[in-house]
């Protein structure tokens, strides 16, 4: 089982930049492949980016392509999600996940670790 902790959240203005970060902890993390997710008031929970267990192959939903980069340490055991030219429709609290295996993932089930998440709030 892997232990996961997001921090790096917070309030910024649209056009802005914040860097997400997600601590792991427990199970060899170079093991896991990582996904970032975010949920916003009233939504369903969506898929943001995933990144594989060498950080060689990034996933990236449509809305964030060019503005999001996704990349990871597994010498820190640590995912990062560089967050540019934010957008009012990026707030949301976003989630890390992990799952073991190889190949990427969008579907939050196939997820079975998960952060307690971190909330972003960017203004218009």
């Known amino acids: 089982q892997v232990q996961l902790v997001e921090s790096g959240g917070g309030l910024v203005q649209a056009g802005g930049s914040l860097r997400l970060t997600c601590a792991a902890s427990?199970?060899?993390?170079?093991?896991?492949?990582m996904g970032w997710f975010r949920q916003a008031p009233g939504k369903e929970r969506e898929f943001v980016a995933a990144?594989?267990?060498?950080?060689?192959?990034?996933n990236y939903r449509d809305s964030v392509k060019g503005r999001f980069v996704v990349s990871r340490d597994n010498a820190r055991n640590t995912v990062y999600l560089q967050m540019s030219s934010l957008k009012p429709e990026d707030t949301a609290v976003y989630y890390c996940a992990a799952r073991s295996g190889p190949g990427l993932r969008v579907r939050a089930h196939d997820y079975p670790y998960w952060g307690q998440g971190t909330q972003v709030t960017v203004s218009s």
């Open positions: 990144i594989n267990w060498t950080g060689s192959i990034k």
């Open positions: 427990g199970r060899t993390f170079s093991n896991y492949a």
